[in-house]
């Protein structure tokens, strides 16, 4: 197809849309012309289809694809197969310390090189065309819709969908394992859990043979009350091996040391499942430090307004509360851990946490002291 010029000034008369003998241009041309729509240039990118040129594009839009679901497969293969569990302090030398980066790196990869594909496509294959049109309303008539199947059935043909089969073939082939890539996480739903989300490294039972968990800082130094000043806040892991990694995700807890004024309240506003267990120490009260919306490290304390801040989407929650959510997207409070000090002079945790730590998932057990406040 040869270029079309046209300007302002030289509008294109009415053509009889009933002749037979109309090109697909004409009609696509004709219907521009009823919606005020003026070609101000048009020309097919190869002015003749199939050379070398062409095909030489064809062949790096294809590659693009093809290497896109390469690396969709590849996401969906280290998704399902690739080690990610914890097991102890790893070093860049263990395969699941390279878990994410691997599962990043693909699905990045694939969505790059599948966007670069569809964008050459349309700069390097595609006519190039600059069109002016005017907003109209309306409704669709009979000739209007043939314009409209004209101008579908050109786009068709100027992307050239059934003159590069190859090129359409890449492109299935690089969005069906993308496609997979999408919905493969969802196959993570069918693994069942277990007791991850509702026990924690603070459980007797599970992880001490019964006997109360002792509290420690990240060093393993075993926290004392007068490790703490008034008003100071640490945060501590359950005194465990590899109690202070992810091997236990959902421990860490924020120990702090209220002023006795601020303790006095938070007595007067604990919850009776709370009171029940006497959940306090002293002035000490221990709450979780994973946010309960998804999960960051909730951990500036405002000791003025008696505040603990999650950086991530700014909750707030209010620590004289039972740490009930003030403000910002998180919807529960943070659990408090009962505490206690041992005949050492050490803190431990009288049980794991009441209610589950850290964001809400579907089968979450739900206690009626959570939902009167
Ligand atoms: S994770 Fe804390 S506010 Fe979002």
């Known amino acids: 197809m040869s270029a079309h010029n046209d300007s302002a000034h030289n509008e294109p008369e009415p053509v009889d849309l ?5 090109s697909r241009f004409e009609v696509y041309k004709e219907g521009l012309r009823r919606d005020d729509i003026e070609i101000i240039h048009y020309e097919p990118r190869f002015a003749k289809p199939g050379t070398k040129a062409e095909k030489r594009m064809e062949r790096i839009v294809g590659g693009l694809f093809l290497f896109s679901g390469l690396f969709a497969t590849l996401f969906v293969v280290a998704y399902i197969w690739w080690p990610w569990e914890y097991e102890g302090a790893a070093t860049w030398r263990d395969p699941q310390t390279w878990y994410t980066p691997i599962l990043g790196t693909t699905l990045g990869l694939s969505l790059l090189l599948f966007a670069v594909g569809v964008l050459t496509w349309a700069k390097k294959l595609l006519p190039v065309e600059e069109l002016v049109q005017d907003r109209h309303d309306g409704g669709s008539s009979p000739e209007d819709r043939r314009i409209a199947e004209a101008t579908v059935d050109g786009l068709v043909e100027d992307m050239g969908l059934k003159r590069r089969p190859f090129l359409v073939k890449a492109a299935l082939l690089g969005a069906a394992p993308l496609g997979l890539a999408a919905v493969a996480p969802l196959g993570a739903l069918l693994k069942d859990p277990g007791d991850m989300l509702t026990v ?15 509290v420690m800082m990240r060093d393993g130094a075993l926290v004392r009350p007068d490790m703490v000043s008034v008003g100071g806040q640490i945060t501590v892991y359950p005194a465990l091996d590899h109690g202070a990694t992810n091997q236990f995700p959902t421990s860490p807890v924020l120990l702090i040391h209220l002023r006795a004024a601020d303790a006095e309240i938070l007595r007067g ?27 960051c490290p909730t951990s500036l304390y405002e000791q003025q307004s008696q ?9 707030q929650f209010n620590v004289v509360d039972n740490a009930a959510p003030i403000f910002g997207p998180a919807t529960r409070h943070l659990p408090i851990l009962p505490l206690d000090v041992d005949d050492d002079g050490v803190f431990i945790a009288k049980s794991d946490f009441l209610v589950p730590p850290g964001p809400a998932f579907w089968n979450r057990p739900s206690l009626p002291e959570e939902d009167e406040k």
């Not at 506003?269 to 999960?295: E, R």
């Open 200 to 214: 924690t490294g603070w459980n007797a039972e599970k992880y001490n043979d019964g006997d109360p968990v002792q």
């Open 307 to 315: 505040r603990l801040l999650c950086p991530c989407h700014q909750s």
């Open 18 to 22: 009933s002749d037979p003998k109309l």
């Open 269 to 295: 506003n604990l919850y009776p499942m709370y009171q029940d267990v006497d959940a306090l120490w002293g002035n000490f009260v221990a709450y979780s430090k994973i946010c309960t919306h998804v999960g």
